[in-house]
Structures are given as C-alpha cells and as structure tokens.
C-alpha cells in the first residue's frame, strides 16, 4: 500500500518536498489557502485541498486517510503570526487523534533560541526567543509536541535561515550591498539549503524521528564574513558596519550533531557559492 502523506502549507518548502514525495512514490495532498494555486498544485500532488489551517472539519476530512502529516505554513506579509502557526498547531492537534497519522513533522524555526552571545546551542537548551514572533513558535512547537502519542510520534525541526533556488545568496544579500548596517557584524549566522530541509524532512520520515532537531548547515560564518564573501563573488559593493550603532540581530551559533547522530549526511554543509 502507497504510503499517504499530508502536506498543510504548501510554498517554498512545502512544494519541494511534494515533488520529491511524487518521484518517490508517496500519494501526496497538499493544501492551500489560495483557490487560484489549485491548478499549479494539481502537478505535484495527488489531491489539493483549498482550507485554513483553522478549519477543523476540512483538516479533518483532509487527515482521514494520511499516515504522514507535515506542516510547513508560513506567514503570508500582514498576516497574524498566531493565526498563522499557533492556532494551525491547535487545530491540528485537536483533530490528530480522530486519524490514522502516524508522523507529524513541523519545520520550526532556530529564532525560538534568542540571544546567546555568541555560545554554540543545541537542542537541549530552553527557547529563549526575545521577539513576540519568536515566543508565538516556541508555543506552536510546545502545542504540537503535547500531542505525541505512542501511536502518533511528533518531529519538529528548528531550520536556519532559508536559501537555495528562487533564494539565492546573492539575491538575498543584494539588498545590502553598498549600504552601511550597524554593529560589527559578529554575529553568527545559522543557514540551511533547500536540499538539506527536502532530504532532512525525509530522513525523518523514513526513521520515524520524533522530538527536536536543528536542521542547520555545518558552517556558521559570521553575517559579516559571510556578507563580504557573497559581495566579492557576485560583485557587488561592499557593505559597511557602523560599530557605533548596536546591531539587532541575535548572536547565537547553531549545532546541527543531533541529527547527524541518527546519520543524516548533509549534502550543503558549506556555503557553495
């Protein structure tokens, strides 16, 4: 029997591993809040589903027949963070028990760590998140862990930042080129590729992972390093640092060893520029 699988959100993330999912065999649904992205959504998944994540009665209907849910929702410019994810993370744990899933995988974000100065981080450390945004997911990952069962196992992987093909360094630092940003640009700065969120999402599907994960990249360069680096290659102007202005960003260094212990081997463990 095929295995079914569920993906709740379905962008940048969620796209990628629903093409993967399809050349893998996996009877895919997908869902989207957007009744126009049906007909571009009908050629990487079995089944679309036009709902809100709020939705009990479609989520459920939606989850009747899935072994594998993963929830990978992102928060469109404007909307509520706790629209978005918290109350997502609710519905879906309230409807979990009434099917047959048996993995739920959440892609989560390295944000909920806060501040650390500096200091490498792994999983086993309390979030910290400093910003409203921040402490919204530290929520949707607590929600969603409380609904683990000895059926039902729960995976949330902490991603870095996000880049890869449509997202590419480049693009992403172009905005910054020739402008002066504040600090000293120390802080580290925690990526991972598209690939390695598809082939880490997988790995935890296939070894029935359940718990946290960080699912960042093995270089952690620092925004200024790495900045430099992406303006040299591409040709870009040179960025600037006023260090009499204090940086907002937070300085903390990701370790990605957990789940390289259970064997996963990433295929963009350094930047490849």
Known sequence: MDTKAAI??????GSAIAKHWQTQGLDVLVTTTQEERVEALSAIASKVEVLTGTDVDKLQHALSDRQIVLL???????ASYADTYLKTAETIARVLPNTPVE????????????????AWVTEMMPPMPITDNGKIIEQTEETLLAATTPQ??????????IYGPGRTLEKIYSRAAGTTRPGKGEEGTNWVHLSDIVGGIDWAREKQLAGLYN???EEVPTVRELIA?????YNLASVQWDEGQPSTRKNVRVSNAKIKGTGYQFSHPNFDL
């Not at 709740?8 to 993330?13: A, E, Q, R, W």
């Not at 680096?229 to 290659?233: L, T």
């Open 8 to 13: 709740i959100g379905c962008g940048y993330v």
């Open 72 to 78: 990978c929702v992102a928060s469109k410019r404007g």
């Open 103 to 118: 993995q739920l995988i959440y892609t989560s974000s390295c944000s909920v760590y806060g501040e650390h100065n500096g």
């Open 152 to 161: 039902q196992k729960v995976c949330v992987l902490r991603l870095g930042g």
């Open 215 to 217: 699912l960042v990249q």
């Open 229 to 233: 680096r992406v303006c040299d290659h």
